[in-house]
């Protein structure tokens, strides 16, 4: 065991002393969480809803009327118009009350400033919504409070009173996408670099043999994925003010962990199959945005098509995300994930065995 420890410490070290490596594990993953979280925004809980710039081109009752309904919205209104750059407005037109009080067709106008409905937006869509079905209701039922008659039950998707966003949305997924690069690449690599200097054959003469060298590279691998863990974390608490949780963070590092020992398989697999180190890095690069991509480290999953979905499911990028939504994002109890660290162990098991099976200690 003694020997297993220095091997791994050893050669973790000799994967230090690649520049190539800070690039991968420090460089673009702080990059990522900043850029794909929003320029670094944490997630906070605002006490104030998103603005939305009224635009009240109509002087009579009605629109009077339903601005009142909006007040009583989650959302802050701003009525300087004015202002050049407008990130959401709502256009009420100047016939607005005449054509009510026809009961002929009103057209409300709400737009936004960019090309995408963000979280904002569609909060303020879904408050418009809201305030002027309240004054429909009022205003032909006389009813002050739609509740006075209707019954809604709703309830969360999980415990969070909001959608977790910026720092918080992203740090997990970009933790997974370099834990698949950084010991893909670096691990495979250097497995090939050790077999090919005659390393390998040598080491296997110790006691440990050829086990206990399959082991030093697995417990290599495992500790570049908790540096590339504790760096993308630290960066993202230190730099982005960015808050988890204790509990759920400690939760979300045996995830990773988990997952890590997949991957930690699977590249000293790559590492055993492969004969070159450029092969192994080649490769590496596109395994990995496979499976970031279809298991949704780059965009969410409930964005894509059903069958992407499932595509998603039969990968452990997709087990993992999906775990780490339910810890982070719903708050959900650590025992909702049981299934996950089953299904991504059983991932670890399968290339496990596949790298010892075909695990090469000689060049060939």
């Known amino acids: 065991m003694k020997g297993i420890l220095k091997f791994a410490f050893t050669e973790l070290k000799l994967i230090l002393r690649e520049r190539s490596f800070y690039f991968w ?26 603005e939305v710039l009224i635009v009240n081109r109509d002087t009579g009752s009605c629109s009077t009327a339903l601005i ?25 037109p100047p016939d607005f009350t005449e054509k009510v009080r026809d009961k002929e067709k009103a057209t409300l106008q709400f737009r936004i400033g960019g090309a995408t409905l963000d979280e904002a937006a569609v909060q303020v869509k879904v408050s418009l919504y809201r305030a002027i079905y309240k004054y429909l209701i009022n205003k032909y039922t006389g009813i002050e ?39 893909l690449i670096f691990g495979g690599t250097n497995l090939t670099k050790l077999r090919d200097r005659g390393m390998l054959k040598r080491f296997a003469t110790t006691p440990a043999g050829k086990k206990g060298l399959w082991a030093g590279l697995f417990l290599t691998n495992m500790l570049v994925a908790l540096l590339v863990i504790v760096i993308i974390m630290v960066s993202s608490i230190l730099l982005f003010s960015a808050s988890f949780g204790l509990v759920p963070l400690l939760y979300l590092i045996l ?33 990995a945005n496979v499976l970031a991509a279809l298991g949704g480290t780059w965009w969410p999953v409930e964005i894509v098509p059903d ?21 982070l994002f719903y708050k959900f109890p ?28 000689e060049k060939v």
Do not use: C
């Open 145 to 183: 409070d739609p509740r006075e008659v209707l019954t809604i039950h709703t309830t969360w998707a999980g415990r969070e009173s909001y959608i977790p966003s910026g720092v918080i949305h992203q740090m997990p997924a970009t933790i997974l996408t370099f834990l698949l690069f950084n010991l």
């Open 334 to 361: 650590f025992s909702s994930i049981l299934l996950h660290l089953i299904v991504l162990t059983g991932f670890t098991l399968i290339f496990a065995f596949l790298s010892i099976r075909y695990f090469r200690i």
């Open 25 to 50: 594990a420090i460089v673009l993953p702080v990059a990522f969480v900043y850029i794909f979280s929003g320029l670094g925004n944490g997630n906070t809980v605002k006490s104030t809803g998103p």
């Open 68 to 92: 009142a309904h909006l007040r009583k919205e989650h959302v802050t209104l701003a009525f300087d118009t004015s202002r050049e750059k407008v990130q959401r407005e709502f256009i009420i």
């Open 255 to 287: 995830l990773l962990l988990v997952f890590a020992t997949f991957v930690a398989s699977l590249s000293i697999y790559m590492g055993s199959v492969l004969k070159k180190p450029e092969a192994v890095t080649g490769v590496s690069v596109l395994v």
């Open 307 to 327: 069958f992407m979905k499932k595509i998603a499911m039969l990968l452990p990028t997709g087990w993992a995300m999906a775990a780490s939504d339910k810890l």
